[in-house]
C-alpha cells in the first residue's frame, strides 16, 4: 500500500482495542480506532504496519518511495537554472519526454499539466508511443483532435482561441502501481514566434562581407570572415554560426542572433517585425534603436563584451527573465536587461 492510504482493521467484538505498530513502533491511537490514517505519519521509505487485537495481528507493506520522472527536452536556443527549476526559451515547437522508474514491480504512470490545468497522463505522442509529447502555439490536429495547444487550450481543429506564444509553466509526476504519487516537479518555458522561413542558406565558411539585399538569409552552423550589412527589407538568421565581423542592420525587417558568436560589433536600427538575440556572444558593443516590431524586441541570456544600449524601441526590449551578461554600462531601455 502507499504511504497516504487509510488502512482499516475490522475485528470482533471481543477483541478489544487495536495496537498499531509501524516497524515495531507504537503509533499512538487514543480513540481505539479501527482505522489509522498513514499521511500524518509522512512515511518515507519502506515499513511494515501490523494491527494486533486480541491476540491476532494484521500486516502490511508500506511503500513510502516515491516515483522518479526525468525528462528529456529537445534542444532550446536557452537554458537558465533558477531555484525554482529550470527555464527554457524555443522559437515555434518544442518537445518533451517523460521517462518514470520506481523501486517496485508494476507500472508507473507519468503526467504532466500546463498552466495548472488538469493532469494529463503522458503515453509519448498519439500517432507514436516512443515519440515525445509536440507542444507548439496552436496544436497539432489528430483525428479531428487538438494536442499540444500551448495557452488557452484548443480541444478541435474549430475552436478560435489565441495562439500559446509566451511564457507557461510545466508540471509533471508519477503515480507508481502502489498508489504514491510524486511530489511535482517543474519548468518554465518562453515560445517566441518562429524566426522568418529562409530564402537563402549559407553553411560552412563565407570569407568576405556579406551584404543582404532581399529575402531572409539564414547561416546555420556557418563561419563568416567579414562584415555583415542587412538592408532595408531584408533579413538575416543566425543560428549556431560564428560571425567574425561587426552586423548591421538599417531597417531591416528581421534580425535573429540564436546561439551565435559575433567577434565585432552589432548596431540594429529601424528593424522593423522582429528582433530576436537569445544565448549568443557580442564581442563589442550591441545597440538597438528606433525598432518598430511585432513583438518587444527580445534581447535574452546574451554575453555583451562592451556596452548595452537601446533607445526609441516600440515596444520596449525584454529579456524574458532571462539577464544578460553585459560588462560595458548599460543605458536607455535596456538599463535593466
Not at 524574458?320 to 535596456?334: D, F, K, M, W
Request: aromatic content about 6%.
Amino acid at each position: 500500500m502507499s504511504a497516504d492510504e487509510v488502512v482499516y482493521a475490522e475485528t470482533a467484538q471481543s477483541a478489544g482495542a487495536i495496537t498499531w505498530k509501524v516497524d515495531g513502533r507504537i503509533v499512538d491511537n487514543p480513540g481505539n480506532d479501527r482505522d489509522l490514517d498513514l499521511a500524518p505519519l509522512a512515511l518515507t521509505g519502506r515499513h511494515t504496519l501490523t494491527a494486533t487485537a486480541g491476540g491476532e495481528t494484521r500486516t502490511w507493506d508500506v511503500d513510502g518511495i516515491q516515483p522518479v520522472v526525468t525528462p528529456t527536452m529537445s534542444k532550446p536556443l536557452l537554458t537558465v537554472q533558477k531555484p525554482s527549476g529550470p527555464e527554457y526559451i524555443y522559437n515555434d515547437a518544442f518537445t518533451m519526454g517523460l521517462a518514470a522508474r520506481d523501486d517496485s514491480a508494476g507500472y508507473v504512470v507519468p503526467e504532466f499539466r500546463v498552466d495548472g490545468d488538469g493532469w494529463y497522463n503522458y503515453y509519448g505522442w498519439p500517432t507514436d508511443a516512443s515519440a515525445p509529447f509536440r507542444f507548439t502555439a496552436e496544436g497539432t490536429t489528430i483525428d479531428q483532435l487538438v494536442y499540444g495547444k500551448l495557452g488557452v487550450p484548443r480541444v478541435v481543429p474549430w475552436d478560435d482561441v489565441p495562439p500559446g506564444y509566451g511564457r507557461h509553466r510545466v508540471e509533471y509526476r508519477a503515480i507508481d502501481a502502489t498508489g504514491n504519487i510524486g511530489d511535482p516537479r517543474s519548468f518554465a518555458v518562453t515560445l517566441l514566434r518562429p524566426a522568418p522561413a529562409c530564402t537563402t542558406t549559407v553553411t560552412g565558411t563565407h570569407d568576405g562581407a556579406l551584404y543582404v539585399r532581399t529575402g531572409v538569409t539564414c547561416l546555420t552552423g556557418a563561419t563568416v570572415n567579414g562584415p555583415i550589412l542587412v538592408a532595408a527589407g531584408a533579413s538575416l538568421v543566425a543560428t549556431d554560426s560564428r560571425l567574425n565581423g561587426p552586423v548591421r542592420a538599417d531597417q531591416a525587417a528581421d534580425l535573429h542572433l540564436l546561439r551565435s558568436m559575433i567577434t565585432g560589433p552589432v548596431s540594429a536600427n529601424g528593424v522593423s517585425r522582429s528582433l530576436v538575440a537569445v544565448g549568443s556572444t557580442v564581442q563589442g558593443p550591441l545597440s538597438v534603436t528606433n525598432s518598430r516590431t511585432t513583438d518587444p524586441a527580445t534581447l535574452a541570456g546574451n554575453t555583451v563584451d562592451g556596452p548595452l544600449t537601446c533607445s526609441g524601441n516600440a515596444p520596449t526590449p525584454t529579456n524574458l527573465e532571462a539577464p544578460n551578461q553585459v560588462s560595458g554600462p548599460r543605458s536607455g531601455q535596456c538599463a535593466k536587461l
